[in-house]
């Protein structure tokens, strides 16, 4: 550590240009993690919204409908299924309607259908679903919104694809800049790596001081990065807090598992730090590699 | 201990450094390699440093052939080697401590074992007072000695020195050889020079090159220019 500290001392100016670059990079990403992670539970959330609703003639038996509704769920496509009653329907036609006396009296239950309401776990899902219930019997109608599902099918690839290339751009930037400001160092010590050459060092060890250079500033780069980037979340919270009202939770859904990304807690957090720091390890250190590469022949 | 079999060496734009080149070298002998400049004296010390492949013939060192091409364990070669250059190869910006130490730290030898280890060679050059001066700090003769105590420090069972005394004036250079007599017997030293007051006042083995030929080896020789 104590070579480090000399060497960082030795090139201030060097150092603290990569600092301040790697500083600026893992910023950038930490905002880029947590804008996506929060996007992506945002267009999760938006895209279990739309439904599918499917409404049974009145020859319909509740174990035909109760039948379909076990297949959706068995289907593994829908997110929840929920039968509404010819009664239940009455009830929210009675709601809806409560201020306008003379469609009540023209309506009773027995005319209503009884329907499923299907919200689906990814809106591709929705046509198959619909397709699916058009084919069995005692099916009236079914009604989903197609033009809104196949825009926010749209939206989404748009998105994913759009934060794929700025993270790639991201990190190819950093890479060459950093990998600039290493090989000038690594110029610098063009003499004391020929030396070490002479004297038997291995490639690894003519390496280290480098690599171990790139891990240091990989860490406090990140941390600070993190500490501001949290700085300005708790600033901006009320903000946030007034666009998400209404949201108790938002996820990213794996197969394997599930990530609470809103409200803020520990792990996502944690995740976004070791992201960062991850981003950092292998940015700068990959640089240092190539930058090294050609002294060390 | 340096073993040399029909060794040629070509440059590829076809000048001829080194022709048939055959020769022993002991443990712990002390030779001089002589000849004028462009000889191929450089080359010579350069071949068993592993900076240079020869063209053909082969080299061993320690048992070992380094000048085939599979050979991948340089780094452990030159471990063994302690060099001296005309050039000193000192860095500005480390203390002689440091300097001295480098050559350690490769060996990945503890701190503790490092300081002693720079200290013994420190003291055997005579710069034990100066371990934390820089080297703008200090005088030609003074930068020789913390090349020599770099390439003394350690295990390192031989010493390469080309023209170590090149840059130094007469009196200090002296005081370099000085140091190189203490080691005779101790480790192998082998040193490229033309300076023949040197090497006639030694009375070593002295293996004169010319045009790239061995023309002479004498066990307890002189040289004329």
């Known amino acids: 550590m104590n070579k480090l500290f000399k060497s960082i001392r030795r090139a201030p100016y060097q150092s603290f240009a990569a600092f301040l670059m790697l500083f600026m990079s893992l910023l950038m990403a930490t905002a880029l993690l947590f804008s996506i992670g929060s996007l992506y539970g945002l267009l999760g959330y938006v895209e279990t919204r739309p439904q599918v609703t499917v409404y049974f003639q009145n020859t319909a038996t509740e174990s035909q409908i109760a039948k379909i509704k076990q297949e959706l769920i068995d289907s593994g496509k829908a997110l929840s299924v929920k039968y509404v009653t010819q009664t239940e329907a009455f009830e929210t036609y009675k709601v809806l309607n409560k201020d306008n006396p003379l469609l009540l009296e023209m309506v009773t239950a027995d005319i209503l259908p009884a329907s499923l309401e299907i919200n689906a776990k990814k809106p591709v899902y929705l046509p198959q679903i619909a397709e699916f219930l058009q084919k069995k019997p005692g099916v009236n109608e079914v009604v989903f919104q197609k033009i809104i599902i196949d825009r926010l099918i749209q939206l989404t690839a748009i998105i994913r694809t759009i934060s794929l290339t700025f993270f790639i751009f991201l990190t190819i930037t950093t890479m060459i800049i950093l990998f600039t400001i290493t090989h000038f160092k690594v110029a610098l010590k063009r003499d004391e790596i020929e030396l070490l050459r002479l004297l038997g060092a291995s490639n690894n060890f003519i390496r280290w001081p480098f690599f171990q250079e790139s891990l240091v500033f990989a860490f406090f780069s990140a941390t600070s990065a993190f500490l501001f980037f949290i700085g300005l979340i708790f600033y901006f919270s009320p903000f946030i807090n007034g666009y998400l009202r209404g949201i108790d939770r938002l996820t990213i859904n794996f197969d394997w598992t599930q990530i609470t990304v809103w409200p803020l807690n520990l792990i996502w957090l944690a995740t976004i730090y070791f992201g960062i720091l991850l981003f950092g390890c292998f940015t700068y250190l990959t640089a240092s590699f190539f930058a090294t590469k050609k002294f060390i022949k | ?225």
């Open chain 2, 1 to 225: 201990m340096i073993q040399f079999d029909n060794v040629n060496k070509k440059f590829p734009f076809g000048n001829t450094a080194l022709k048939d080149i055959c020769l022993e070298i002991e443990d712990n002998e002390f030779v001089f390699v002589v000849g004028p400049s462009g000889a191929g004296k450089t080359t010579l010390l350069k071949l068993i440093t592993r900076e240079l492949l020869p063209t053909s013939g082969s080299i061993i060192v320690d048992g070992v052939d380094i000048s085939q091409k599979k050979y991948h364990q340089t780094d452990k070669l030159r471990q063994k080697i302690g060099m001296v250059f005309q050039d000193f190869k000192i860095l500005n910006e480390k203390t002689v401590f440091e300097n001295v130490a480098l050559a350690l730290a490769i060996s990945h030898l503890s701190s503790d074992a490092i300081k002693t280890a720079v200290h013994q060679a420190l003291q055997a050059v005579g710069l034990k007072d100066k371990d934390d001066f820089f080297p703008l700090q200090l005088s030609m003769g003074e930068l020789q000695r913390v090349a020599i105590a770099r390439a003394i420090s350690g295990e390192r069972k031989l010493i390469i020195a080309d023209e170590p005394t090149g840059n130094l004036d007469p009196q200090t250079t002296w005081e370099i050889m000085k140091i190189f007599k203490k080691l005779e017997g101790k480790k192998t030293i082998i040193i490229a020079t033309h300076n023949t007051d040197v090497v006639n006042s030694f009375k070593k083995r002295v293996i004169i090159v010319k045009e790239g030929k061995i023309v002479k080896d004498t066990r307890k020789g002189g040289y004329d220019l």
